[in-house]
Nanobody, 115 residues
Framework: QVQLVESGGGLVQPGGSLRLSCVAS????????IGWYRQAPGKKREVVAL???????SYPDFAKGRFTISRDTAKSTVYLQMNSLKPEDTAVYSC?????????WGRGIQVTVSS
């Protein structure tokens, strides 16, 4: 059974930091692209960061310089370090693991940036 379990969300003040974790089980972790996505109320889901099976990473413009995705293959865990958080970063953050023959999502975790 495949599971992706996110943790590390919560309430943080503007300018603060959070580190999200996504623990994967039931998949060949290093053979998958792992992505963090977010969806704010009333908005479409958008990609936040990707880490490819070869270790390369990709970020949309809003995340560059503030967010960092990394992985610990031995722990089957992907991290999302988020710095300089803004109220507009408030959303449900989910991790996704996919390759040609599979596509799995975690349940998501709330991140709220507010004073």
């Amino acid at each position: 059974q495949v599971q992706l379990v996110e943790s590390g969300g919560g309430l943080v003040q503007p300018g603060g930091s959070l580190r999200l974790s996504c623990v994967a089980s039931g998949i060949i972790f290093s053979a998958n692209t792992i992505g963090w996505y977010r969806q704010a109320p009333g908005k479409k889901r958008e990609v936040v960061a990707l880490i490819f099976s070869g270790g390369g990473t990709s970020y949309p413009d809003f995340a560059k310089g503030r967010f960092t995705i990394s992985r610990d293959t031995a722990k089957s865990t992907v991290y999302l370090q988020m710095n300089s958080l803004k109220p507009e970063d408030t959303a449900v953050y989910s991790c996704r693991a996919w390759r040609a023959d599979n596509d799995y999502w975690g349940r998501g975790i709330q991140v709220t940036v507010s004073s």
